[in-house]
């Protein structure tokens, strides 16, 4: 088992930026990959970043360029910056990691899932 906790959501202009955190605890020897996913109300949950053990990076074409994916692993947690941030990327942020079943993304499985945090990006 795996638990996700993420913090340093909140509201924010839009150019601004933020930092998402994910403090990951359990079995995350188990886990080669880690990202983060982001959902709004009546739509699927998109994946938006992730990374594998070796540091190989994954994006959503949406957040290319504006989104950076990194994890320290001696602090076992995984972090989201997010610059230039728009109104669209207003949504409910979720760290996520790897697991035998779940929602396969950018070439990973992911079965364990944080709490979410909110991002309120105002124009």
């Known amino acids: 088992q795996v638990q996700l906790v993420e913090s340093g959501g909140g509201s924010v202009q839009a150019g601004g930026s933020l930092r998402l955190s994910c403090a990951a605890s359990?079995?995350?020897?188990?886990?080669?990959?880690m990202g983060w996913f982001r959902q709004t109300p009546g739509k699927e949950r998109e994946g938006v970043a992730g990374?594998?053990?070796?540091?190989?990076?994954s994006y959503a074409d949406s957040v290319k360029g504006r989104f950076t994916i990194s994890k320290d692993n001696a602090k076992n947690t995984l972090y989201l910056e997010m610059n230039s941030l728009k109104p669209e990327d207003t949504a409910m942020y979720y760290c996520?990691?790897?697991?035998?079943?779940?929602?396969?993304?950018?070439?990973?499985?992911?079965?364990?899932w944080g709490q979410g945090t909110q991002v309120t990006v105002s124009s």
């Open positions: 990374i594998d053990s070796d540091g190989t990076t």
């Open positions: 996520a990691a790897q697991s035998s079943f779940g929602t396969k993304w950018a070439g990973c499985i992911f079965g364990y």
């Open positions: 359990g079995d995350t020897d188990s886990t080669d990959c």
